[in-house]
């Protein structure tokens, strides 16, 4: 695991290089989601297809999930679930959160995980009881009380198809924001979570289901010493309709919060 781990991050660099030098520097000029997507198209699947033919000849008995939003994780095998441009609303409105994620699924658990951003110079990586690492160090959440926590969340993607995803959003948000120093949205889901992990945040939460989003940061935050959970605190499952990752000294205090939604 420790070579395919750290040819996974060299893959991640390249890709992310490669990404970033093609960035514009000023918004895309799109005016339809059609439009939106074109442009998108034209930078992440020529990413994609070069990230692919990496991770596939590290591992080359592993699928590959195309989709990025895909809600049914494969039960068997072994599958790389990656995206080449996480955060592809701020890589075309030229702001600097975005990211590259891979993960290697082993029937249906994730056992690797890796979250590079190339702007801000950070890689995230854990491995399945190996722990996680930033920029190749050892870390961990710091221990915090909900009043000095700085919280984040986010949504899924299509949230608005899903009315009690999008209710508990709004209503989590109201809950949870008189309780803690301050909840922000800093861009990718599995970054935020990543930043859980490295004690740069205190918590992450969402509603709605979102594997694809939610499975490199759930292997990094729990890895790293955090409490993943749903929003009732049961174990977090990729079918789970929330997520949960916080700090010790947090997460029973957030959770609190959370059963009033």
């Not at 700090?247 to 205090?253: D, L």
Request: hydrophobic content about 50%.
């Amino acid at each position: 695991m420790k070579d395919i781990l750290a040819g996974t991050e060299t893959a991640l660099r390249e890709v992310g290089e490669w990404l970033a030098h093609r960035q514009p520097t000023e918004p895309v000029d799109a005016a339809t989601p059609e439009q939106a997507r074109a442009a998108f198209d034209a930078i992440d699947r020529p990413a994609t297809a070069m990230l692919r033919e990496r991770l596939t000849a590290l591992r080359p008995g592993a699928g590959w999930l195309d989709d990025e939003w895909a809600r049914d994780v494969p039960r068997d095998g072994e599958w790389w679930l990656c995206d080449a441009t996480d955060g592809a609303v701020q890589y075309l409105s030229a702001l600097p959160q975005w990211v590259l994620t891979a993960t290697l699924l082993r029937d249906g658990a994730p056992v690797l995980a890796v979250v590079h951003a190339p702007l801000a110079g950070t890689t995230h990586t854990a491995t399945a009881d190996g722990g996680t690492r930033l920029n190749g160090r050892p870390c961990a959440p710091r221990r915090r009380t909900l009043a000095t926590a700085v919280a984040a969340t986010s949504q899924p993607p299509l949230i608005a198809r899903d009315p009690h995803a999008l209710h508990a959003a709004g209503a989590s948000l109201t809950a949870v924001l008189p309780h803690v120093l301050a909840v922000r949205n800093l861009g990718p889901t599995a970054l935020q979570i990543a930043q859980v992990a490295s004690g740069h945040l205190a918590l992450f939460w969402q509603f709605g289901a979102d594997p694809a989003n939610l499975l490199p940061g759930a292997l990094l935050a729990a890895e790293a010493g955090a409490a993943v959970t749903d929003a009732a605190g049961r174990p977090w499952t990729p079918d789970a309709p929330s997520f949960v990752a916080a700090a010790p000294g947090v997460h029973a205090e957030l959770l609190d919060v959370l059963r009033q939604v």
